[in-house]
């Protein structure tokens, strides 16, 4: 499905940008060979169209980012002033007093983007706050709201499940919405939630004696979600389940750190792939799972 060449930079579902990734295996959470391409909007929209339906049908996953970019770099700085706003509804419909989307895109069967065309355009900050409240009315993915979110066109194929079926446009209307409008009518923000981190520890780390978790416990450090026929749905929910185990069974953090740190035990398989950000993904990892060992006493 294209849309039509010099489509007006009102159109809600066709912005400029669009990475390819391979998927190696239905169902799998990797992404191989991720590469991007920048189209001039709406001069070259047929073109992205048509570059992101060639490279799914040959077996490769496609998206776009949800607002125009005033550079090519995918990033805050660079977002364009917002015509549409979005939220990747994951199984949920729009409620009664959420306002009606401009435009539906089925991602895979029940699964839906929402988007909602403005009469004017607004700067990128405020259109992250409307996103927001928008997830709030309509209850949608709350992490689909950010600027950069990556969502995927109608047309292509859905490469994450087995059947790999077809995006598809499901709804697309006149809708437009004031974004003062929006503001009286939308719930306001929830007030953000304390987040636990656990600060990585000085100094040498011990050598922990794992001994006291369970055999399934020890064969995951060992082998990591590999091992197990992958046991967990995500190398994340993986080594959430070692770090909450270690907690419940009384490991200081420091023993935690050590064990998920170590290149000799699979487990340690993410937290050295992501190289300099290592650090704060298993902050967040570690704070999280000690925080719910200590509630559950």
């Given amino acids: 499905m294209s849309p039509p060449c010099g489509t007006p930079s009102t159109a809600p579902a066709w912005p400029a940008w669009g990475p390819l990734c391979l998927r190696l295996a239905p169902g799998s959470k990797r992404l191989y060979r991720h590469r991007s391409r920048f189209f001039d909007y709406p001069h070259q929209a047929c073109a992205a169209a048509d570059w992101c339906l060639g490279n799914s049908e040959v077996g490769l996953e496609t998206y776009f980012c949800a607002h125009l970019l005033l550079a090519k770099r995918r990033v805050k700085a660079n977002a364009a ?25 089925e991602s895979s069967p029940g699964r839906a983007h929402l988007f909602w065309r403005l ?55 006149d809708d437009r919405y004031h974004p003062r409008e929006l503001e009286l009518a939308l719930p306001p923000e929830e007030p953000p939630r304390p987040v636990s981190r656990s600060g990585r520890p000085t100094g040498p780390y011990p ?57 000799t035990h699979g487990i340690s398989e993410k937290y050295l792939e992501k190289g300099r950000h290592g650090d704060a993904y298993l902050s967040l990892t570690v704070g999280k799972a000690r925080a719910l060992a200590r509630s559950a006493g």
């Fill in 207 to 263: 050598t922990p004696d794992v001994s006291r978790l369970s055999g399934r416990m020890r064969h995951l450090v060992s082998r990591g979600n590999r091992g197990l026929r992958r046991p967990y749905p995500s190398r994340s929910e993986a080594d959430f389940a070692v770090c909450l185990a270690m907690s419940t069974a009384g490991y200081t953090e420091a023993e935690v750190w050590a064990v998920m740190t170590d290149s």
């Fill in 81 to 105: 002033p917002v015509l549409a706003l979005w939220a990747d509804a994951d199984g949920v419909a729009p409620g009664f007093d959420a306002p009606e989307p401009t435009a539906i895109v």
């Fill in 119 to 173: 009469t004017r355009s607004v700067s990128p900050l405020r259109a992250e706050e409307l996103n927001r409240r928008l997830l709030l009315a309509v209850g949608a993915d709350r992490s689909g709201w950010d600027l950069g979110q990556l969502l995927r066109p109608p047309g292509t194929r859905n490469r994450k499940y087995g059947p790999a079926p077809f995006v598809r446009l499901l709804e697309l209307n």
